[in-house]
Structure formats: C-alpha cells, structure tokens
C-alpha cells in the first residue's frame, strides 16, 4: 500500500482548521405573515393576537413604546422586560419586518 504522504494529512489538518474558524451562519428569520402589526404602530390589543405574546407582554411592549416618547430610537423586542431570546424568535415571523 505505500507510505502516506506527508502534505496529504497536514492539508486534511488544514481543512479541518479553516471548517472551525469558519463563523456559524444563522439561519434568517421567517418571512413575516401578511397584515402583520407593526411595533411601532400596533395597539396592545394586535399585539395580543401574535401568538407568544399574550396579554402581559403586549401590555409590556405598548408601555415600553410609550416611556421611550416618539424622538427616542426604535423598540426592540429584546429591549421589553419579560422578553428573551426564546420568546423573540418564536414570534420573529408574526410581526412586520421593521418591529424586530
């Protein structure tokens, strides 16, 4: 069978290297749903209909826009106590595309 070359296990090295230094491609968020509320826009009561927001987060998002005032910068959902990572995506695809 021969004896293996040398450069063939320091180039499989070498791409086993480049695979892990390579950064994680998220994947993109879900298309939003046609008539989608707006966070910047929607009432408690819209906001209540996305599902996994409920009637405390929607409470908690429309407070939150109303403390920030109209010249303060846009509301994220992760910018609302009571809000995480989890509950971000799992409602990511049910609002329009600027409320993220």
Do not use: C, K, N, Q
């Not at 320091?10 to 998220?26: D, H, K, N, S, Y």
């Not at 939003?32 to 987060?57: C, F, I």
């Not at 908690?60 to 910068?73: H, N, Q, S």
């Not at 846009?74 to 695809?93: C, W």
Request: net charge positive; charged share 20%; proline share 15%.
């Amino acid at each position: 069978m021969g004896e293996r070359d040398p450069l063939w296990a320091t180039g499989l090295g070498l791409g086993i290297l480049a695979a892990a230094l390579v950064p994680a491609r998220t994947p993109d968020p879900p298309a939003p749903r046609p008539g989608a509320p707006d966070l910047a826009h929607a009432s408690a009561r819209e906001l209540r209909a996305v599902p996994g927001l409920g009637e405390r987060r929607a409470l908690a998002l429309v407070d939150a826009r109303w403390r920030r005032g109209p010249g303060d910068p846009p509301l994220f959902l992760g910018d609302v106590p009571g809000i995480g990572p989890a509950s971000e995506a799992a409602v990511a695809g049910w609002l329009a595309p600027g409320a993220r």
